[in-house]
């Protein structure tokens, strides 16, 4: 992708299609004050913010943005980002090749850069903001507490499916494909109860599956059967339901050299998490003293499959899951 950077106040920018939000280039020459300002709301805290901002062009028109603020690092990494592209640049990338491969995402605005010397003192990522959205985790977490439709969350872990294997047909690694990165639009139900109980599977509307946090992935590549499990390892669900996935993926059965594969990855980074408050321990007493709180880092916990009730339709009776299927 050729990159041709142009002056917006202080930074160094890209406007994603120059022609239509030209005027929005004097507005974000200014982004801090507009950030601090009553027309933003922070949406997640932590080192990198994510807000949503309400703001007006030179021309008076309306935008709905959403501003992801990458916070600083450290000068190895200001060094890294100096050759291979900053956050914000590779998150702007990504995602104007998902835009151009027609593959569910924020559609980009905008980025902005400020280096001082060698080292990269702000930058930020400017997309369209997605209404009528629920995070993948949110909707699970929902869904499990309310004991919503087995056939529903089936649906939903389909869509997942199918959205997933189009990124990857296209030629891109998602890197992060956690469950709090998959935007699901419109929101689906998340409870059951008398009312719907005798709803079936054609009632459901299907959900549209965007992809979210996009500065670790890799595009313009055919991937391998590694490529393809080591992101679908990062996707949390109980083991039954991840079978479902994994069948919808696959359009049948996996592959065993990708079950191998995935398993194995997934174990590693089970691992790996388990460790980090050994590797880390002063980063996660930080995050300990931030629970409940903005800043604190986006974890779910799951309950166990015998412990998730779920509305089957099929059968007219609640039913819960096993550990098997």
Not at 191 to 216: I, M, W, Y
Request: aromatic share 10%.
């Amino acid at each position: 992708m050729s990159i041709h950077w142009q002056e917006i106040g202080p930074y160094r920018g890209l406007i994603y299609n120059a022609s239509q939000y030209e005027a929005l280039c004097t507005p974000l020459g200014h982004l801090p004050q507009h950030l601090s300002s009553v027309h933003a709301t922070l949406l997640q805290g932590g080192r990198h913010q994510t807000l949503r901002l309400q703001l007006e062009d030179t021309r008076g028109g309306q935008h709905d943005l959403v501003v992801k603020q990458f916070g600083r690092q450290s000068a190895w990494k200001d060094h890294w980002d100096r050759r291979h592209g900053s956050k914000a640049l590779r998150t702007y990338t990504t995602a104007a090749f998902m835009v151009g491969h027609k593959i569910a995402t924020t559609t980009p605005v905008a980025i902005l850069e400020r280096w001082q010397g060698q080292r990269l003192q702000e930058s930020y990522f400017i997309s369209h903001y997605l209404d009528q959205t629920i995070s993948f985790k949110d909707f699970l977490l929902q869904l499990f507490a309310g004991r919503g439709s087995l056939q529903l969350l089936q649906r939903t872990i389909t869509a997942v499916a199918e959205a997933v294997r189009q990124l990857h047909d296209a030629g891109c690694r998602h890197n992060d494909l956690g469950n709090q990165n998959l935007l699901l639009a419109p929101p689906p139900p998340t409870t059951t109860g008398h009312s719907s109980a005798t709803a079936t599977k054609e009632q459901f509307t299907p959900c549209k599956v965007a992809f979210l946090d996009l500065n670790r992935a890799r595009c313009g590549r055919s991937l391998t059967i590694w490529d393809r499990a080591r992101d679908l390892s990062r996707i949390t669900l109980p083991p039954p339901l991840l079978n479902h996935l994994f069948a919808a993926y696959w359009r049948g059965t996996p592959p065993l050299s990708f079950r191998i594969e995935e398993s194995l990855i997934r174990h590693a980074f089970a691992w790996h998490t388990f460790t980090r408050r050994f590797r880390h321990p002063l980063r996660e007493l930080r995050y300990r003293a931030l629970r409940h709180t903005s800043d604190a880092p986006q974890h779910a916990v799951y309950p166990k499959p015998h412990q998730i009730e779920l509305w089957d339709a099929e059968r007219q009776s609640y039913r819960r899951l096993s550990r098997k299927g």
